[in-house]
């Protein structure tokens, strides 16, 4: 018999970045990247795990911007480009490399990697990554769950309720038209959380959704069992906490596993390394340099003098990082149950580790072995904790004496200082006075106009799509971070623009369909939205 378990939560989400005006357009590569180094490299693991009868369990929240971009026959096309382009170049370097005793096997590495990429994005999964998601799911071992339609950071839009119930329920039924069931939980963008919330995702049936620690350890009343047990908001809808330990241990470039000496070193990539015109094939069309992924080094320290990367010797320190994580679990595991036992309850707790998926692969690129090592060693060998969907340990919950701890959640997100900062501040706080005056447009807009049908309907539909679009979370992070700040204040402002003319085409009754139509193919998400969403 277990003690506990362990509920591992991977969050995969990307901007919707479409730009079919542009024969190559560089931040579209944010998804190509992530296709390769890390969407596809999940699925062929969890699927070698089930052709193994490994039993394991992982819960992955995949949000509607990614989904739509899966969908995307444009970006589909443009992705196998992309790979075919990555093989070109590995074997050209190949050919440059032979004979090095260092850069040789890496490269060979490589173009292995990228046929297979090509041949499972191909031969296997049709090109459509969201059935192959939906068939593992389909599995048992694998939960997947939705997020906020544009995963906008809703305690800045909850001044209108209806914005949150808006970016909720267009989440949930993107999650329905895709996966032809409704989902069980959602992952709240950033882990933002604001009183009320809970409430609107009760009205869409939803069970459950994760909070940052001291979400749940603000609590009114406290929680009798920390974030080791899901706790019962007021609506009903149970939370589960992040465990702070085990996310740091995998999470943390300097505490953690990723910045280990042996790993690959993300930075230092040929798109730098190289000579300007050997490799500009292969970057921006206009000579700028990018990363291309094929990187040759390893982290080797806090040093500019890299040393070549060595692949046996990160599989090492990969399984034995595993075997680490394990170890810390087991003792988390036995002291928490100890201490259960002393309170004479046969609740078992469990530790909620979440992550984002796209640190496994293309931040940590060791991370999707090191997931394999751990997924195979606790089933041969763990025995004090076995992996846990939430769902399943709802269940499980449902058949214990003791029912869910009722506590109301506090103010929190995983944010830098663990509120509102990020998202809110004087590099980005401009945004806001114009969400908040498109959206009260847009209520305003779904009220009058409750049965629109036609054009009218059309444009209506594509007025919320605007005002989705435009309230990113992304945008506002990104202007923090001030590193592809350009392009970010670019999308809000364009999105707002849009939204705006749609909306006087609207009151004054001009609607040019041709016009439209150049909109609704530029900002094609949410093909069945419906505006009447947004109705007060």
């Not at 382009?85 to 490269?107: C, F, H, M, Q």
């Not at 364009?494 to 749609?502: D, Q, V």
């Amino acid at each position: 018999m277990h003690k506990g378990y362990l509920c591992i939560v991977l969050q995969a989400h990307l901007p919707y970045i479409r730009h079919p005006e542009y024969n190559y357009f560089l931040e579209e590569n944010w998804f190509y990247e992530a296709t390769t180094e890390t969407y596809i490299p999940l699925l062929d693991i969890f699927d070698k795990l089930l052709n193994e009868g490994i039993d394991f369990r992982i819960t992955l929240s995949l949000s509607p911007t990614l989904i739509e971009m899966f969908n995307d026959s444009l970006l589909r096309g443009r992705y196998k480009r992309h790979i075919e382009r990555l093989i070109e170049l590995s074997e050209k370097e190949a050919y440059r490399t032979k004979g090095d005793i260092n850069l040789e096997p890496i490269v060979r590495m490589y173009n292995e990697r990228f046929r297979r990429i090509r041949y499972l994005f191909e031969d296997v999964y049709k090109r459509d990554l969201t059935s192959a998601f939906k068939a593992l799911q389909d599995t048992g071992k694998v939960e997947i769950i939705t997020s906020a339609a544009t995963h906008a950071f809703l305690p800045n839009i909850s001044i209108h309720p209806q914005a949150v119930k808006a970016q909720i329920k267009v989440g949930v039924e993107h999650y329905r038209k895709n996966f032809g069931r409704y989902p069980n939980g959602i992952w709240l963008p950033e882990c933002g959380y604001v009183l009320g919330i809970e409430r609107y995702i009760k009205e869409t049936g939803i069970k459950f959704f994760f909070l940052e620690t001291h979400g749940i350890l603000h609590g009114t009343p406290l929680p009798r069992y920390g974030v080791y047990a899901p706790i019962s908001c007021p609506s009903g809808v149970a939370a589960f906490g992040r465990d702070v330990e085990s996310s740091r241990q995998v999470w943390s470039s300097i505490e953690g596993y990723p910045g280990d000496f042996d790993y690959r070193d993300f930075y230092r990539d040929i798109g730098f390394d190289l000579d300007l015109e050997y490799i500009k094939p292969y970057i921006h069309p206009d000579g700028i340099r990018t990363y291309t992924g094929l990187k040759y080094y390893r982290i080797t320290g806090k040093t500019d003098n890299k040393e070549p990367y060595v692949i046996e010797h990160a599989r090492k320190k990969a399984r034995e990082h595993a075997s680490n994580f394990i170890f810390n679990r087991e003792l988390q595991v036995n002291f928490l149950s100890d201490i259960l036992k002393v309170r004479h309850t046969h609740l078992k707790p469990v530790i909620t580790a979440t992550y984002d998926a796209e640190l496994f692969g293309h931040w940590w690129f060791e991370g999707p072995e090191w997931l394999d090592f751990l997924l195979r060693k606790i089933h041969l060998e763990c025995r004090a904790f076995r992996t846990i969907t939430p769902s399943e340990y709802l269940s499980l919950q449902a058949c214990q004496p003791e029912s869910l701890q009722v506590c109301q959640p506090s103010m929190s997100s995983w944010g830098y200082k663990g509120y509102n900062e990020v998202w809110l501040n004087s590099s980005n706080d401009y945004i806001y006075r114009h969400i908040h005056k498109t959206t009260d447009r847009m209520i305003y807009l779904a009220d009058r106009f409750p049965n629109a049908n036609g054009i009218l309907q059309r444009i209506l539909n594509q007025a919320a799509r605007e005002l989705l679009l435009s309230q990113h979370s992304d945008w506002a992070f990104i202007m923090k971070r001030g590193t592809a700040t350009g392009y970010a204040r670019k999308r809000f402002e364009e999105h707002t623009g849009r939204f705006n003319s749609l909306y006087q085409s609207i009151i004054s009754e001009d609607i040019s369909e041709r016009w439209l139509t150049k909109i609704e193919d530029k900002d094609r998400i949410f093909q069945d939205i419906d505006y009447r969403v947004y109705r007060s």
